[in-house]
């Protein structure tokens, strides 16, 4: 629990360091801060990785058949939301190795924040739903 604790505020923390990253980058057109807005992007990516990690650990296992719906549901939505993330990170890099402007593009910059925010907040709209989901089973076992 302790350790759920401390990667909530991990996350919250990266989340602030790539908001003021992202602002630095747009206010002040300068390469050292486009390089620590995709510093700061992947230390969140990784901060929610392990947050989604650890939440499935704990796990909700109520009921055996449907504790295991809701749970496949689950790992179903994150992975697809890291699938595509991480391509979308991996298309980036890609196209950097032919044009080295492509990660100080601004409209890149911008369109790869707005995917990391529909990342995070996908990913704990996946928790919510499943840990909405276990409730619903639980009050409906007694």
């Known amino acids: 629990m302790r350790n759920r604790k401390i990667l909530n505020i991990l996350v919250i923390l990266l989340c ?4 003021v990253s992202f602002v630095l980058t747009q206010t002040i057109a300068n390469d050292y801060f486009k390089n620590m807005f995709w510093v700061a992007s992947m230390f969140l ?6 947050d989604l990690n650890a939440w499935s650990k704990l796990g909700l296992d109520v009921d055996k058949n ?3 719906t809701i749970r496949r549901g689950f790992d179903d939505s994150t992975t697809l939301l890291i699938v595509f993330y991480g391509s979308l990170l991996l298309i ?4 950097n190795q032919f044009n ?3 990660m100080k593009n601004n409209y890149v910059i911008i369109g790869y924040f707005i995917m990391t925010i529909e990342f995070v907040l996908f990913n704990y709209l996946s928790i919510w ?3 909405k989901d276990t409730i619903k089973l639980l009050k409906d076992n007694k």
């Open 16 to 19: 602030i360091f790539v908001i």
């Open 66 to 68: 449907k504790s295991k």
């Open 129 to 131: 739903n499943a840990k």
């Open 92 to 95: 980036i890099v890609f196209f």
């Open 45 to 50: 990516m990784c901060g929610v990785l392990l």
């Open 100 to 102: 080295n402007e492509v």
